[in-house]
């Protein structure tokens, strides 16, 4: 049997604009509810329609069954004929937007529900933007509760009309809107009957025609190390591999240091492996010079990996406490921790309005985006997002909790 | 790479980074599939030989199946194990009529006994989030302060494989390695792995068990699997309903005969 | 015991007008000839293009032409992609004549008509069509399955046993008629039904695999074949006396049938036309290399362009698009049968055929907002073959001209309508048209998006003489 890809998504929007009806949606129309708790909500609701069943149904979607069949909120499995999904919840208020953030760091595409008789507010921008940072680049966007607008095509028209030109500015690989109403099932997993106008896919459709992350062996190897543990009187690096291949009899260069080793072996706990992938957690012994310790990330010697004293990053900020120029924080990439200071903060931006405040400011508050250069001693090993997402993104920290994340462009 | 294979990757990623972390690691196994499955993966990650203890909390009222098994594996696996009980409660007598109090005095208890005693500042636990709706606001890594409290609202956010790593002081950390896994991927990997499991997740009767704790407070479903392989088949078709992959994969195919037998393909 | 329905529906697929007409001189069914004999004979009725079940029954509970529905045969290419999938009322655009009906207050009922499933939400009961999974999964309201699992009813009959024994398949459709129709009086007067539609599918699937032999006079299955539309007809006559002789009545085919000369495998006519290039591992008819493949085919006689910018990986540019068809059309016209006789008789395009905006040709302009390219255009070309010729595909043939056991095909222009105290006029000689004066039966006035109106049939794909009723 081929295997099924599973793709991740987060769904952003309130409650108040529709998001656990239409959770409730994509569960039932595909039959992926617990086929017990039907039967039980069936029997309960016998004798009525389908709408008021599906009600029943949102209705119990949080409770918790005796017999241990529980239904999962935060993060909801569903099948459609192509592919297994899992839904990230991201709850849809600006205070909640690091919920937002932990969510879309994990997905790979995004779901905006709102509601098509309301205007779009800059919420939506910098939700939209917020997640095209995160490397979220791929958006469906359900303007929903169309049965308020009795299903108008001009009304769809117009705001689908503004949600492009809102979302201009936001760089985007893909781009749906669709009219929907998730009480009803319009269009989120059933063709609505209602809307003969809209010839576009249905939400599950446009959901199957997007493309999965894709792990590319063509990129360059990128070993951060984890740890390095003694195994048998031998000292074993861990890691997992952000990306690219490694093999055995490979040379490696380790970075920062520069050296250069060769891979004597690549171990797992069921073996030693010829090779392996991005993914793959493996502990590798390396010959050479060099001794290995977390931080250092082993590279293909054929395409450098850059060690940056002054690294500029795009970088929102989490805490209510702003980061201002000058101060001290700790910064993480892969598994590098590296001390630095905050040199400069520009093109300081409101998220919401992408409008930017500030062309060179003192401080960064909660929720903005600015390009902040982080300067350090000792330098990070980092490259573009773009090119190797894992070594392009990091993270800042006061203490141990996370107050800000960044791209490095 | 397959669902698994990513989900195992990502889980012993975690684990090491746990490691890496916390200065006085340990691992709650319950003896259920969830954390068996848990130690298995530490074994894997640290090559055998876990660095940390393994901690059983003993309610005593647990089958005696479950503590064969226990000991077994303690042994073959060369783990340091360390069992705890609150004392005070079994000696008074803690009967089982109210299950909150039960469970709060011999399990809850037990475990912030064990935490005082040993200073333990992060704990690996198997919980997944399909188990139990609250559950499912957990993160990676979730701070819990003393009383076990944490607050939903003011979670740290988790940003691409970085987590919050350090506890304060009176708190400790817990680790949920197996978040992202569902019950049928346990199964799965169980089937993969050739791993053993209590046997009362087989059959017996006409019954099992889908989840084991105590005795008493488990009720078994009706059930004919013994094998892995029944209880994945058991499994597609009382939770994920019948459009799941394989039952869809199986109408297509079956469309596609009929539409071919008719001369329409 | 519930009053007759306002309106009954009995759909035989497949019919063609001039076996019914045989049937009933020979006095092999008495009931309908007495109907006939009463209220006039059966009008012929002009069919959908592609010909083929599910689109004719979907242009009938629609009122629309595929290009507002959506479904343009049973197998269809996933959107933005070359796999394969299998269009049913999901994919469906628009609402049906139940949930119309529905809608405006009135009690429907439905049974086995394909194109129904999965079954919409209506004010009644619908059971899905031949290609519903299974009993448990075809019924609304769900509570329905329980009963007809309990009469061990048949969603078909078995399609693999035709192929393996044409002896073994007449009595699995004695068997699946009997399910039905014991469906059917069960049904009919448990409520007081406003409309109330029944379809038969196993006449289509008796004229796939013995039309040759019965119109050859075989001398075991001749007999047999009669046999089965004899029982159509003792069904016909208990329906007539259930419901008395007053009530509105319409019985009708979606298409006709012809006696089969050749399985025709158009894919691989297009591959060796060099419009197809198959992969080397070929499975269906959309292993293709799009690199390579200017033009593809689906069943039946569907032809679509490999457009850039409609298609997955398109590689025709829209301006060369109306060259591609002509020559594709020029390739179709060419092709001659062993015995050196022409295959296909007309290609249409779609704009002749399909209405109104998303089915037209490609369009330079990127849509209005939401539109992803637009991949539920249908085939920009329909191929229509002469009586005996059908059309199917064969990537990986290895021979054009095939025969199988099927031994009759579709036809487009004979298809049967008999109508008792339901006013048509005139014009009604389409399929499409009938929600229209059905409508009218039950006091609903006809959605303005329904296309009702008579429209001319292609050039060049009627028979020279068809009697027009």
């Not at chain 2, 809850?108 to 709706?133: C, M, P, S, V």
């Not at chain 3, 009919?188 to 006449?203: L, P, R, Y």
Request: hydrophobic residues 40%.
């Amino acid at each position: 049997m081929t295997e099924r890809e599973h793709l991740k998504f987060v769904v952003v929007g309130s409650v108040d604009h529709g998001k656990s009806t239409l959770i409730g949606r994509f569960l039932y129309d595909t039959g992926s509810l617990p086929e017990a708790q039907l039967a039980v909500l069936r029997q309960v609701s016998a004798g009525t329609d389908e709408q008021v069943e599906f009600a029943f149904v949102l209705d119990h979607l949080e409770e918790e069954r005796a017999n241990h069949i529980t239904i999962d909120t935060a993060q909801t499995f569903f099948s459609s004929d192509r592919r297994d999904y899992v839904i990230i919840d991201a709850p849809g208020h600006k205070e909640f937007l690091k919920n937002m953030i932990t969510g879309a760091s994990q997905a790979s595409a995004a779901l905006l529900l709102l509601d098509v008789h309301e205007g779009l507010q800059d919420q939506t921008r910098r939700h939209a933007y917020m997640l095209s940072l995160l490397g979220v680049r791929q958006l469906i966007v359900v303007l929903n509760k169309m049965d308020l607008v009795d299903f108008s095509e001009e009304v769809f028209t117009d705001k689908a009309a503004q949600m492009h030109e809102l979302l201009g500015k936001v760089t985007l690989d893909h781009l749906a809107v669709i009219p929907a109403a998730a009480l009803g099932g319009d269009n989120i997993v059933n063709r609505s009957g209602k809307m003969p106008w809209y010839d576009g896919p249905t939400v599950i459709e446009a959901l199957d025609l997007l493309k999965p992350d894709v792990t590319d062996e063509s990129l360059p190897l990128r070993l951060p190390v984890q740890d390095v543990y003694e195994i048998d009187g031998r000292n074993l690096a861990v890691g997992r591999i952000a990306a690219g291949k490694v093999s055995k009899g490979d040379t490696v260069v380790v970075c920062p240091k520069g050296v250069e080793g060769k891979v004597a072996s690549i171990e797992t706990f069921d073996g030693p492996l010829d090779s392996a992938l991005a993914g793959e957690s493996v502990g590798v012994m390396v010959d050479g010079e060099v001794e290995l310790s977390r931080g250092l990330t082993l590279t293909d010697p054929r395409a450098a990996l850059g060690t940056t004293e002054k690294l500029m990053a795009s970088v929102f900020w989490m805490s209510p406490d702003p980061l201002k120029r000058g101060e001290r924080i700790a910064l993480r990439l892969a598994t590098q921790e590296v001390p630095c200071v905050v040199e400069s903060i520009a093109n300081r931006m409101d998220s919401g309005s992408l409008e930017i405040i500030d062309e060179d400011a003192d401080q960064l508050a909660d929720t903005e985006v600015a390009e902040v250069t982080l300067v350090s001693d000792d330098g990070v090993n980092s490259e573009s997002f773009s090119h190797v997402p894992e070594m392009g993104r990091l993270v800042l920290m006061r203490g141990s909790d996370i107050v800000g994340g960044g791209i490095v462009p | 790479m397959d669902k698994i294979s990513e989900l195992e990757n990502q889980s012993i990623y975690l684990i090491r980074e746990a490691n890496y972390h916390f200065r006085n690691l340990a691992m709650l196994w319950s003896i259920g599939k969830d954390s068996t499955t848990l130690l298995w993966l530490c074994r894997k990650a640290f090559f055998g030989k876990i660095p940390f203890p393994v901690l059983h909390i003993d309610t005593s009222y647990k089958f005696k199946e479950i503590y064969a098994f226990r000991d077994e594996y303690a042994a073959k696996w060369g783990l340091e194990l360390l069992v705890a009980r609150n004392e005070e409660a079994l000696r008074a007598g803690m009967s089982h009529e109210s299950k909150l109090e039960c469970c709060n005095a011999l399990k809850t208890n037990a475990l912030k006994q064990a935490i005082a005693k040993y200073g333990f500042d992060g704990l690996l636990l198997g919980i997944r989030r399909d188990e139990h709706g609250v559950r499912a606001k957990e993160r990676y890594f979730s701070p819990r302060d003393e009383q076990f409290k944490w607050n939903y609202e003011d979670q740290p956010p988790e940003l691409w494989d970085q987590y919050k790593s350090r506890a304060d002081e009176d708190t400790h950390i817990r680790i949920h390695p197996l978040l992202h896994w569902t019950e049928k991927d346990i199964w799965q990997y169980v089937k993969r792995e050739n791993m053993p499991f209590v046997d009362l997740y087989r059959a017996q009767d006409g019954k099992r068990y889908r989840s084991i704790g105590c005795e008493c407070c488990c009720a078994p479903i009706d059930s004919t699997a013994w094998t892995v392989d029944e209880i994945i088949e058991e499994l597609e078709m009382t939770s994920a309903g019948e459009r799941e992959g394989r039952a869809q994969d199986k109408e297509d195919a079956n469309t596609m005969q009929k539409l071919r037998a008719l001369g329409y393909m | 015991m519930q009053n007759p329905p306002k309106l009954v529906v009995l759909s035989i697929d497949g019919v063609p007008h001039g076996l019914l007409m045989d049937l009933m001189e020979a006095g092999q069914m008495p009931a309908m000839a007495g109907l006939c004999e009463r209220h006039g004979q059966p009008r012929m009725m002009r069919s959908v293009l592609p010909t083929i079940s599910n689109v004719a029954w979907t242009c009938y509970a629609t009122g629309r032409n595929p290009g507002k529905h959506g479904i343009y045969g049973f197998i269809d290419r996933r959107p933005g992609t070359y796999e394969m999938t299998f269009p049913n009322a999901t994919n469906l655009r628009g609402e049906n004549i139940w949930q119309v009906l529905s809608e405006n207050g009135k009690k429907v009922f439905g049974m086995n008509v394909p194109g129904t499933y999965p079954p919409r939400v209506v004010n009644g009961i619908l059971i899905g069509g031949f290609l519903s999974p299974s009993v448990a999964k075809a019924a609304y309201p769900s509570q329905v399955s329980a009963y007809l699992a309990g009469i061990d009813y048949h969603i078909d009959s078995d399609a693999q046993l035709a192929r393996r024994s044409k002896q073994e398949m007449l009595g699995n459709l004695d068997i699946t008629l009997a399910k039905r129709t014991e469906a059917m009086f069960h049904f009919i007067q448990a409520e007081s039904w406003d409309f109330f539609h029944v379809h038969i599918m196993g006449t289509d699937r008796i004229n796939h695999f013995l039309l040759g032999k019965y119109l050859d006079g075989d001398r075991q299955f001749a007999p047999a074949f009669v046999d089965y539309y004899r029982k159509i007809d003792a069904a016909v006559a208990r329906l007539l006396d259930r419901i008395g002789p007053e009530t509105p009545l319409i019985i009708l085919s979606d298409h006709g049938f012809c006696p089969i000369n050749y399985e025709v495998q158009l894919s691989k006519y297009l591959a060796d036309t060099g419009w197809t290039k198959p992969l080397d591992d070929a499975g269906g008819p959309l292993s293709f290399d799009p690199a390579g493949t200017k033009a593809y085919t689906l069943i039946p006689g569907r032809i679509y362009v490999n457009l850039k910018g409609r298609e997955a990986a398109g590689c025709v540019q829209q301006q060369e698009y109306e060259s591609v068809r002509k020559q594709v059309s020029e390739d179709l016209r060419k092709l001659r049968d062993p015995e050196g006789r022409e295959v296909v008789k007309a290609v249409v395009k779609r704009e002749d055929l399909y209405w109104p905006k998303g089915a037209y040709g490609p369009s330079d302009e990127p849509g209005p907002a939401g539109k992803l390219p637009p991949y539920t255009l249908g085939p920009d070309l329909v191929a229509v073959p002469h009586d005996g010729y059908d059309l199917k595909l064969g990537l990986t043939a290895t021979q054009l001209f095939v025969n199988t056991q099927l031994e009759g095909m579709h036809t487009y222009h004979d298809a049967l309508l008999l109508a008792r105290n339901v006013p048509l006029d005139e014009s009604y000689l389409e399929i499409r048209q009938l929600a229209g004066p059905m409508l009218d039966c039950l006091g609903v006035s006809r959605p303005e998006e329904m296309d009702l109106a008579n429209t001319p049939a292609p050039d060049g794909v009627l028979p020279a003489q068809t009697e027009s009723c």
